[in-house]
C-alpha cells in the first residue's frame, strides 16, 4: 500500500507550519497509522528536532549518499529516527545547514520513493516557498496545505478550510 503524501509549506517564515506538520503527524499517529515526519526546511536545520526533542543519526542527505546500498538491503527503517514518545518516526533532510546545497531532486525522490510503501502517511515540513526540495515530491502528493497569514501578520482559524 503506498501512504499518503502530505506536504506543508508557506511562502513565510514563522507562520507555523512546523508545529502544524509536527501536531498532523502525531495525530495521525494516535489514529493508529504509521508516520514519518520527513524535515524538508533547508533554510531551518534543527528546527523540528528541537521541537520534537530528538537527533537524529541519519538525515535524508545521509541516506541518498548510500541510497545503493540501503535499496540492496531493504533496511531503510534502520536509518530512520523513532520518536517514542510521539510515536512517529523522523527523517531530517539535512543535519548541518551546509547540506543544504546538496539536497537534489533527484535525493529526495529516492528516499521518498523508498518510504511510500512503509508508511501510511508521509507528513512533509517544505519549508518556506517552493524550493527544489519540496519540488521533487510534487508527482507523489496526495494533500498540499498551504499555511497562509494575513498581511498584518494575524491567523485567522476561520480562513481554514477542514482538511476532510
Do not use: C, W
Amino acid at each position: 500500500m503506498k501512504a499518503n503524501l502530505i506536504s506543508l509549506f508557506s511562502t513565510k517564515g514563522g507562520v507555523g507550519k512546523t508545529i502544524l506538520a509536527v501536531n498532523l503527524a502525531v495525530a495521525l499517529a494516535q489514529e493508529g497509522k504509521r508516520v514519518i515526519l520527513v524535515d524538508l526546511d533547508l533554510q531551518a536545520a534543527q528546527d523540528m528536532s528541537r521541537m520534537i526533542d530528538v537527533t537524529a543519526q541519519y538525515s535524508l542527505y545521509d541516506i541518498s549518499a548510500i541510497i545503493d546500498k540501503i535499496k540492496a538491503l531493504g533496511n531503510i527503517k534502520d536509518y530512520i529516527t523513532l520518536v517514542p514518545s510521539a510515536g512517529i518516526d523522523f527523517l531530517p533532510a539535512i543535519k548541518r545547514p551546509k547540506q543544504a546545497s546538496h539536497v537534489t531532486i533527484e535525493r529526495v525522490d529516492s528516499v521518498i520513493s523508498m518510504l511510500l510503501d512503509k508508511y501510511d502517511f508521509i507528513v512533509l515540513d517544505g519549508g518556506k516557498g517552493k524550493g527544489e526540495a519540496i519540488r521533487s515530491v510534487i508527482p507523489h502528493l496526495d494533500r498540499e496545505i498551504t499555511v497562509f497569514i494575513d498581511a498584518d501578520g494575524s491567523h485567522n482559524p476561520d480562513d481554514i478550510p477542514a482538511l476532510v
